[in-house]
């Protein structure tokens, strides 16, 4: 069983700034991909960041030089760092990893989705 934790969501104002954290638990080894999505009310889920296994890093183009993506890959756990942010930055963010389980796989696992709010 893998799990996926999310933390560091919430309300902050126009350009502020939060750190998202998703740490996975549970029988994950060679975890191949980490990334981080987002979903806005009456949108499709998008692609934010991503980090490989050997610390390569994509960006959405919204979020380029606001945001940066890093691992931790002792505590199996992905950092979303968000800076300038903006009210259209609002949405459910989602962690997503991709590893192997038991020598089987890869599986992608998701987490259960932290809310970002940026108002003034």
């Known amino acids: 069983q893998v799990q996926l934790v999310e933390s560091g969501g919430g309300l902050v104002q126009p350009g502020g700034s939060l750190r998202l954290s998703c740490a996975a638990s549970g029988s994950i080894f060679s975890i191949y991909v980490m990334a981080w999505y987002r979903q806005a009310p009456g949108k499709q889920r998008e692609p934010v960041a991503r980090?490989?296994?050997?610390?390569?890093?994509n960006y959405a183009d919204s979020v380029k030089g606001r945001f940066t993506i890093s691992r931790d890959n002792a505590k199996n756990t992905v950092y979303l760092q968000m800076n300038k942010l903006k009210p259209e930055d609002t949405a459910v963010y989602y962690c997503?990893?991709?590893?192997?389980?038991?020598?089987?796989?890869?599986?992608?696992?998701w987490g259960q989705g932290t809310q970002v709010t940026v108002s003034s």
């Open positions: 980090i490989i296994s050997g610390g390569s890093t």
């Open positions: 997503s990893v991709v590893g192997e389980v038991a020598g089987t796989g890869p599986y992608d696992y």
